[in-house]
């Protein structure tokens, strides 16, 4: 699971930056408010990479995706980039989690097929 949720963090954390190039051109934003809201947001990506396994990693990454979605409000292109990351993030639980059950059991049925070496 780890590795598909970090690659799609990992994406969204380059359309956090692009979309911030874009907020930039709001003439009602501050540079300074644009690249601190993206900035804390690209911060998050990368953190949650390394938190999505422990307790609460999954349910933070749900939240990300919530906001990414609300950027739109911002650059409305970010409702349709954001729900194709949502998107993305329920693949990588859900398929993730697929996998590593796959791989427990393999390697359950790999130990216990092996004989002892006496």
Same mark, same amino acid.
């Given at each position: @699971?780890? @590795? &598909? $949720?970090?690659?799609? &963090? *990992?994406?969204?954390?380059?359309?956090?930056?692009?979309?911030?190039? #874009? !907020? @930039? +051109?709001?003439?009602?934003l501050?540079m300074?408010?644009?690249w601190?809201?993206?900035?804390?947001?690209?911060?998050? $990506?990368?953190?949650? $990479?390394? =938190? #999505?396994?422990?307790?609460?990693?999954?349910?933070?990454?749900? !939240? =990300? /995706?919530?906001?990414? *979605?609300?950027?739109?409000? *911002? #650059?409305?292109? @970010?409702?349709?980039?954001?729900?194709?990351?949502?998107? &993305?993030w329920?693949?990588?639980?859900?398929?993730?989690? +697929?996998?590593?059950? !796959? +791989?427990a059991?393999?390697?359950? /049925?790999?130990?216990?097929?092996?004989?002892?070496? !006496?």
């Amino acid at each position: @699971m780890r @590795m &598909l $949720c970090s690659s799609t &963090l *990992i994406g969204e954390f380059f359309v956090i930056g692009f979309a911030g190039l #874009v !907020a @930039m +051109k709001d003439p009602d934003l501050s540079m300074a408010t644009v690249w601190t809201v993206s900035g804390i947001a690209m911060f998050l $990506c990368l953190v949650l $990479c390394g =938190l #999505v396994t422990r307790p609460g990693g999954v349910a933070l990454g749900w !939240a =990300l /995706q919530i906001a990414l *979605i609300a950027s739109g409000f *911002i #650059v409305p292109t @970010m409702y349709f980039l954001g729900a194709i990351f949502a998107a &993305l993030w329920w693949a990588s639980v859900h398929y993730g989690r +697929k996998v590593d059950e !796959a +791989k427990a059991r393999f390697a359950a /049925q790999a130990s216990s097929s092996t004989p002892d070496a !006496a």
